[in-house]
Nanobody
Framework: QVQLVESGGGLVQAGGSLRLSCAAS????????MAWFRQAPGKERGFVAA????????YYSASVKGRFTISKDNAKNTVYLQMDNLKPEDGAVYYC????????????????WGQGTQVTVSS
């Protein structure tokens, strides 16, 4: 069982930056990929970015590519989401997720989820 704890959310003005962190419990040796999703009020949860634990290949949604950067620190069992040039529409609850199965990753499915952290972007 992997437990994920997000932190780093908050209130920022449009054009500003925030860095989210997601600390995973042990057993990250079985992790295949980790990702960030977000959900705004009244909307479905959507994919933001993902990173493969081995090799570090990254993937982004079109709406954040070029503004957000996902990275990881294997020693700390932590994945980060650096968010730059934030826009009001980026405001949402951001969730960290993890999968241990390549096949599930390819289908966009994740096994473990954090509790979420709120990001609010003022205009």
């Amino acid at each position: 069982q992997v437990q994920l704890v997000e932190s780093g959310g908050g209130l920022v003005q449009a054009g500003g930056s925030l860095r989210l962190s997601c600390a995973a419990s042990d057993r990250t040796s079985s992790t295949y990929a980790m990702a960030w999703f977000r959900q705004a009020p009244g909307k479905e949860r959507g994919f933001v970015a993902a990173i493969r634990w081995t090799g570090g290949a990254t993937y982004y949604s079109a709406s954040v590519k070029g503004r957000f950067t996902i990275s990881k620190d294997n020693a700390k069992n932590t994945v980060y989401l650096q968010m730059d040039n934030l826009k009001p529409e980026d405001g949402a609850v951001y969730y960290c997720a993890c999968t241990t199965e390549p096949s599930r990753f390819m289908r966009g499915e994740y096994d473990y989820w954090g509790q979420g952290t709120q990001v609010t972007v003022s205009s």
